[in-house]
Each structure stands twice: as C-alpha cells, then as structure tokens.
C-alpha cells in the first residue's frame, strides 16, 4: 500500500473511500486515493507563487 509507507486513515472515512472508488471503477481504494493526492498535486503546482498554495491549502482546511 503507497509504495511501502503507511498513512493512518480515519475508518469512516476509508468506508466512503472504498465505496466511491468502486462506483467510479477504480481498481482499489489505494487507486483512488492515490489518483486524488496526484490530482490535488497538480493544481498546486500550477499555482503562480508559495502563497497561492497557502492560500488553497488553507481553503482546503489543511493549514490554519
């Protein structure tokens, strides 16, 4: 599971995961997750400057 590291996920939160990642026809609840993270990565680094990505991590709810 993600290339050997190991990421703690709350269970309600993986039930949703593992349900919407069938419907979407992922292969895995692994896949999606790692499909997500690559997408939220590629917005980030279209961003023009660090604070633009402050800025959407905070809007995200990831940073205070």
């Given at each position: 599971?993600?290339?050997?590291?190991?990421?703690?996920?709350?269970?309600?939160?993986?039930?949703?995961?593992?349900?919407?990642?069938?419907?979407?026809?992922?292969?895995?609840?692994?896949?999606?997750?790692?499909?997500?993270?690559?997408?939220?990565?590629?917005?980030?680094?279209?961003?023009?400057?660090e604070e633009d990505i402050k800025?959407?991590?905070?809007?995200?709810?990831?940073?205070?």
């Amino acid at each position: 599971m993600f290339g050997g590291s190991k990421i703690k996920i709350d269970k309600d939160l993986l039930a949703k995961v593992k349900k919407y990642a069938d419907i979407a026809g992922y292969s895995s609840a692994e896949e999606f997750i790692t499909h997500t993270i690559e997408k939220e990565i590629e917005k980030l680094e279209e961003s023009d400057s660090e604070e633009d990505i402050k800025k959407k991590l905070q809007g995200l709810g990831y940073i205070s």
